[in-house]
């Protein structure tokens, strides 16, 4: 039988690795040295994979979590001592991934492109000063809803990867 603990630690090590740097390091060095353009070229390339990461890795890490060298596979992990510290925090990871992937991203990308219509209707861009036609002010604040909300979706699946990686540690001797 294949050892499934390293195949656990390098699939949590990259959902972490990948949700810190693309949260923290990557999507706030982009924003602050590209042109808006670009920026959001970039990210509308990048978000795909990385929404793709953090719902496919959480699936990973709970079927890979063991217990010596033995894999918990499914019916380990509905234990009772599994639910709490694994598949909540799997679960968490997996579905806010998920509502990010096939809902808060399309919509988001959806109001983008209907700001740049509304930006040649206008003669003007989304991000210039004011005053703004009251069509562009609305997608602005809808853009500004769904941005905030994926963000916050985004936060709660990190803290449900650092739950779990508090939890892994422990383990450790």
Do not use: W
Request: glycine share 6%; with cysteine; net charge positive.
């Amino acid at each position: 039988m294949v050892d499934p603990r390293p195949f656990h630690i390098l699939s949590y090590g990259t959902l972490l690795g990948v949700q810190i740097y693309q949260s923290f390091v990557s999507g706030i060095i982009a924003f602050r040295v590209l042109p808006r353009p670009q920026f959001a070229t970039l990210q509308a390339k990048t978000f795909p994979t990385y929404f793709a990461l953090q719902t496919a890795l959480p699936v990973v890490v709970a079927l890979t979590a063991s217990r010596s060298a033995q894999p918990l596979g499914i019916s380990g992990l509905l234990e009772p001592e599994n639910r709490l510290n694994v598949v909540l925090p799997m679960a968490t990871a997996f579905v806010t991934g998920l509502v990010n992937f096939l809902v808060l991203r399309p919509l988001t990308v959806q109001t983008m492109q209907e700001r740049k219509h509304q930006e040649t209707r206008d003669g003007k861009k989304s991000y210039d000063p004011a005053p703004h036609s009251k069509e562009m002010v609305a997608l602005n604040k809808k853009f500004a809803r769904l941005h905030g909300l994926s963000s916050l979706v985004n936060l709660v699946c990190i803290g449900a990867t650092v739950f779990y990686g508090v939890v892994l540690s422990k383990k450790l001797e």
